[in-house]
Every structure is written in structure tokens, then in C-alpha cells.
């Protein structure tokens, strides 16, 4: 089992061999602060999704983590553009997909929304190699039917068999669906 731990900028394994009694199997330093990690459907890469904005809203941060499994070694570092908040990725390990949610600052006035930048979807496509894999954005600000088209703060994502992205637009109370070949929103409700 692996999770992120914010606080110590890292990502810890526990071994659940006997889930009557896990046990820690070691921790790997990511830096800035992890919000999500998920493993290839092969169990070959741990991919850690890091915000390194450290406050900045202005301004957001971050990048992806390839992590080599079993060795735990960090194989690439990928910048994402933005301020990371989960990552999925497709059941046939062919995509990732980052929701970038570039969250809004609470101490300007008052938390309102819309605050730029706006947040985005990044697909990483995992073809061959890590060193081979590229990234595309999706934008998702100014889809028709959003309570504020201009921020739509993306900030969960999972991926069916059919390779179609479902990303939560929490303070749009709405969800987008994103065919993740064509890089497309085929659906918002």
C-alpha cells in the first residue's frame, strides 16, 4: 500500500502481506507536498502528483513523480503546470490524468470564486518508457453550464475501462467527462 504524507513531503509503503497486521515498509522523500499517488496497472511505476506552490495562488506549482517500482528510485520528474490535486490512472495503463486544481486563495475576499489562474486537466500519455512519456492540458474553464465557467477548480478524478475521465468541478458542483484519446469534454453535468 502506498500514500502520501504532506507533512513530511513524502510517500509511504506499508506492507499488508497479513492485513491482520501491516507493518511500515519505508517512506521515499518527493518534496513539496504530495496530494495523490496511484500505481500502473503492471505494479512497475508509482506516479505522485506533488504541489510545490507553497502558498503561492498566484503563481501555482507542481509536477509528477515517476517512481520505479520495487526499487523506489524517483526515474523521472515531470512539471504539470499547476497545482496538482489527484491523479488516476486508466485501467489498461495506457493514460494518467492530473486534475489541476490551482486552488483559490481564502484570504482574498472572503474565498470567493472566480479566482485565476483556472484550473485544468493534464493527460500524461504512458507510452513506452517514462523517459518517452508526454503531457497534454485539457482546459476546462468556459464550459457552458458552470456556475463560474472561468474557475471550475477540478479536484477528483477517476478513469473508466473506455478511457473517458470523470473529474469532479467541486465549486461548480459538477462533473466533466473527458475522453482522455482526444483530449476532448464530451459531457458536463
Known sequence: LIYTDSENGAIGFVDVADASSPTSDGMVDVG??????????DGAWA???????????????????????????????????GQPDSIAVSPDGRYAAIAIENQRDESVAGGTIPQAPAGFLRIVDLVGAPAAWTTRPV??????????????????????????????LQENNAVALVDLASGTVTDLW
Open 32 to 41: 513539496g507536498s504530495p496530494t495523490s499517488v496511484t500505481v500502473t496497472p
Open 47 to 81: 506516479l505522485v502528483v506533488v504541489d510545490t506552490s507553497d502558498g503561492d495562488f498566484v503563481n501555482p506549482s507542481g509536477h509528477l513523480h515517476v517512481v520505479a517500482l520495487p526499487g523506489r528510485s524517483i526515474e523521472r520528474t515531470i512539471d504539470v503546470g
Open 139 to 168: 482546459d476546462l474553464a468556459g464550459l457552458a453550464g458552470l456556475r463560474f465557467a472561468s474557475d471550475p477548480e477540478p479536484e477528483f478524478i477517476d478513469i473508466n475501462a473506455a478511457n473517458v475521465a470523470a473529474v469532479t
